[in-house]
């Protein structure tokens, strides 16, 4: 296994294998990018005591298993919010860009009709650690698949993940995004929110499956522990498109929601 995602060299990103995903080894898994636009947002934002409230990341492009570049301006900076845009370029294209919300943290009385709930996912008891892609759910119906984050990021499955739009799992992310540089809870939920169309991934027929080109996570309140817990529900219409709604929790209850678009798509044959 690789130490990271990526490496930086300069004001380069070099992706590793571990950042790879399974529909083409020519590309990476759209929670590569994702993990690193959040990570370079919360860098960019360390100093204003504001948190990542929501991150909208559009997958313009296939991502290239291939050096990126950055780019990240400020829209709006307030005291009590600020909004990024970032976008990560290969060969000077750009092939996705992000928008990251950030809030002022104050305290708040609540009343319990207010609240979020406090129920959440059962334990992860003595269930194996496998990869997605050991599970069935990468997306390719079993088989052939290369390395990257599928075989990376750590999962054990609750129920689900069987190709039929669902999924209840407990996820960890054992190496950080840029190979040097801390991964904060924040960052790996962020990785691994991406995860939702492959563990509810929704096989239409045995070489038809289900792709996403975009996500919206929004967290509540960052995460804790090193495992993430993700329900995963996916649905589709007639006309090739469909919607993956994606809960997120930690050991303590739920931490935010991910919504992301699909579109049919034939299975990647590989070899």
Not at 27 to 55: F, I, V
Request: proline letters at 7%; charged letters at 20%.
């Amino acid at each position: 296994m690789d130490q990271s995602l990526f490496v930086r060299q300069g004001e380069t990103y070099v992706p590793t294998a571990s950042a790879g995903g399974p529909w083409s080894p020519s590309h990476l898994h759209g929670g590569s990018p994702t993990g690193l636009l959040a990570l370079l947002m919360e860098q960019a934002t360390a100093d204003t005591g504001l948190r990542l409230s929501r991150l909208t990341v559009d997958l313009l492009r296939p991502v290239p298993a291939a050096p990126l570049t950055a780019e990240l301006a400020v829209v709006r900076a307030g005291r009590r919010l600020r909004v990024l845009q970032a976008s990560l370029l290969a060969d000077g294209v750009e092939v996705c860009r992000a928008s990251g919300l950030f809030l002022e943290q104050a305290g708040a009385e609540v009343p319990d009709f207010g609240r979020f709930e406090t129920g959440g996912l059962e334990p992860r008891g003595d269930r194996p650690v496998m990869t997605l892609a050991e599970v069935g759910g990468d997306g390719k119906g079993g088989g052939w698949t290369p390395r990257g984050l599928h075989t990376t990021a750590r999962i054990c499955v609750l129920d689900g993940v069987g190709g039929q739009g669902q999924g209840r799992v407990w996820m960890s992310l054992p190496v950080p995004v840029v190979a040097g540089e801390p991964c904060s809870s924040l960052v790996r939920a962020a990785t691994l929110s991406d995860f939702g169309n492959g563990i509810a991934q929704l096989r239409l027929a045995p070489d038809v499956g289900s792709i996403n080109s975009d996500l919206s996570l929004y967290l509540h309140r960052d995460p804790r522990g090193d495992w993430l817990g993700l329900d995963a529900r996916a649905r589709m219409q007639d006309n090739g498109t469909g919607l993956v709604d994606t809960t997120l929790y930690d050991e303590d209850g739920p931490v935010g929601r991910v919504l992301q678009a699909t579109l049919a798509m034939p299975l990647y044959a590989g070899g």
